[in-house]
């Protein structure tokens, strides 16, 4: 094992020489866990409604009251007529229009219903259907108080009454960073650890040393060891500083083990540090290493559930989101920093992720061609 010694000497003497490394270690993953967070915000607020009010009546204004002070929307415009609200969606200053029609107080007295129309701006499709959601909410909640407002008193107790009090498990405010920060967290070690591997390789072709470790007795299985340790070692320390800025910044403390959560950090390093060294013996320069790693670690974040369930995709896209080991630990971390599960809950998870991680070392090891 002595070359392997002065190898992992010499690859830690390489990465401390190097400037920008502490940068990329602590400061860069730091600032990034703080701010993305904040921007990855699942609660939409502030959606702009315009509302076209053609009755002027006290149940018009009232619900107009409700809709306002439910503190979702922003009101971008009050008027008569309807060729001014459109004009605000057209310019994009409106997402969502009301229109209450005339006599729309007198015919619900009458004939006990009336219709009103909700124009949506759909070009951001989230924020159009979680928008509508909430007027939609709004509306039924009021309608429900005119109908018990205009009920005999004598009748509403008689009235069956259903109660729904709800539950929610593991993330009671639903507050939405403590199932995003786990989730960022992965995807900035996995970013960090994997372009480092990918691009070490690639250095040494560049900078000519390359040919000098291939005159040497060293094996394939050294040589792989040798660059593969040091962002093992790289890589448990961006997790960490991770953790201690969750816990000071966001509060969030994993309910599981943090063993647990090591354990499987270690599978699934040796899986995405075995992907960014095979893509560094395919590749001659950095520049396509970067590339390369780029591309992937858009498609990695795109379909790994970080932004949206996994379970919501088709079913082609599920098959290849399972051979993505960044996939796998995202979910682990949201069970074992949120629900607090044990190793029996995550040996799917590991033997997947082990799987992958072997067939990606040895592809770098048979890849990596050594002359002698």
């Known amino acids: 094992m002595r070359p392997l010694k002065f190898l992992l000497m010499k690859e830690f003497r390489q990465l401390f020489r190097d400037k920008g490394f502490i940068g990329r270690l602590l400061i860069a993953p730091a600032l990034q866990l703080v701010l993305l967070p904040l921007a990855a915000n699942y609660t939409i607020k502030n959606v702009n409604i315009a509302i076209v009010d053609h009755d002027h009546s006290s149940i018009s204004k009232k619900m107009v009251d409700k809709i306002m002070s439910s503190g979702y929307f922003r009101l971008a415009g009050y008027s008569d007529f309807n060729s001014k609200a459109n004009k605000l969606i057209e310019n994009d200053k409106a997402d969502i229009?009301?229109?209450?029609?005339?006599?729309?107080?007198?015919?619900?007295?009458?004939?006990?219903?009336?219709?009103?129309?909700?124009?949506?701006?759909?070009?951001?499709?989230?924020?159009?259907?979680?928008?509508?959601?909430?007027?939609?909410?709004?509306?039924?909640?009021?309608?429900?108080?005119?109908?018990?407002?205009?009920?005999?008193?004598?009748?509403?107790?008689?009235?069956?009454?259903?109660?729904?009090?709800?539950?929610?498990?593991?993330?009671?405010?639903?507050?939405?960073?403590i199932y995003m920060v786990p989730a960022i967290l992965v995807s900035l070690v996995t970013t960090i650890a994997g372009l480092s591997a990918a691009f070490n390789i690639v250095k040494e072709k560049?900078?000519?040393?390359?040919?000098?470790?291939?005159?040497?007795?060293?094996?394939?299985?050294?040589?792989?060891?040798?660059?593969?340790?040091?962002?093992?070692?790289?890589?448990?320390?961006?997790?960490?500083?991770?953790?201690?800025?969750?816990?000071?910044v966001y509060g969030i403390i994993p309910v599981g083990h943090i063993a647990l959560l090591c354990l499987f950090l270690e599978v699934f390093l040796i899986a995405i540090l075995g992907f960014g060294l095979l893509i560094s013996t395919y590749c001659d320069s950095q520049q396509q290493a970067n590339s390369l790693m780029f591309l992937f670690m858009m498609v990695f974040n795109m379909m790994s559930g970080l932004y949206t369930p996994i379970d919501s995709m088709p079913g082609w896209a599920q098959f290849i989101t399972h051979l993505f080991p960044i996939s796998y630990f995202i979910d682990v971390m949201r069970m074992i920093v949120i629900k607090g599960s044990g190793l029996h809950d995550i040996l799917h998870q590991i033997g997947a992720v082990l799987i992958i991680g072997i067939v990606l070392n040895t592809w770098a090891a048979l890849n990596y061609r050594k002359t002698t």
């Open 97 to 177: 229009v009301l229109e209450i029609p005339v006599n729309f107080e007198k015919d619900l007295i009458r004939e006990g219903g009336r219709k009103i129309a909700i124009e949506v701006n759909a070009i951001n499709g989230v924020k159009a259907s979680v928008g509508f959601g909430y007027l939609s909410g709004i509306l039924t909640d009021y309608n429900a108080d005119i109908r018990m407002q205009w009920v005999e008193p004598s009748r509403t107790n008689s009235l069956p009454v259903i109660d729904v009090i709800p539950s929610f498990w593991y993330n009671p405010a639903l507050t939405y960073y």
């Open 206 to 248: 560049e900078i000519g040393t390359i040919e000098q470790i291939n005159v040497t007795p060293i094996k394939k299985y050294q040589f792989i060891l040798g660059k593969l340790i040091p962002f093992l070692v790289m890589g448990f320390i961006v997790f960490t500083v991770g953790l201690l800025i969750a816990w000071v």
